[in-house]
């Protein structure tokens, strides 16, 4: 009786590893379907364009004191002169500061933003993982060299739908 269970689990064993069922999605198609990617761009766009017009600004007065110096330079006494440069040197300085400074603000927003996007999608794919009793999902653009779509169910309806989109 042993051998005859031993037996029965030894050939029912394969049949338990083909019945794992494996899943997968391509969040590129995904994301730009999301309401909150579209939320994002808005909130990036106008974050962007902020860090673009007080760039511009600076730049602008930096142009106009520049302009005012070329024309006021053969007339300065030495120590106005070196004062003037000194001031506009440390205004160029400044603007690259701040075109630093609003580069990593916008990247590090960014971030947070698709962070958020990305967390929402990992619980969708959670519940529909827990839900369907997938054994794997993975994420098609995430550098997997090859995923077979005969073995492998495309998720990206029920995704979708979790989503709201």
Not at 68 to 97: G, P
Not at 107 to 112: D, G, H, R, S, V
Request: hydrophobic share 35%; glycine share 4%.
């Amino acid at each position: 009786m042993k051998k005859f269970i031993l037996a029965a689990c030894i050939m029912l064993a394969p049949l338990g590893l083909m019945a794992q069922k494996f899943g997968h999605f391509n969040s590129t198609e995904i994301v730009p379907l999301m309401p909150e990617y579209t939320t994002a761009q808005s909130e990036l766009q106008t974050l962007g364009k902020q860090y673009e017009d007080d760039l511009k600004r600076m730049q602008d007065e930096f142009q106009k004191k520049y302009e005012e110096y070329q024309k006021e330079q053969a007339n300065l006494l030495e120590n106005v002169r070196q004062r003037r440069e000194a001031e506009l040197q440390d205004l160029s300085n400044r603007i690259q500061q701040s075109a630093q400074d609003n580069q990593q603000a916008y990247q590090k927003a960014y971030n947070e933003k698709m962070q958020a996007i990305s967390a929402k999608i990992t619980a969708a794919v959670k519940v529909i993982g827990d839900a369907g009793g997938y054994v794997y999902i993975m994420d098609t653009t995430a550098g997997i060299p090859y995923i077979s779509t005969k073995l492998s169910t495309d998720i990206s309806a029920e995704l979708k739908k979790a989503l709201g989109i």
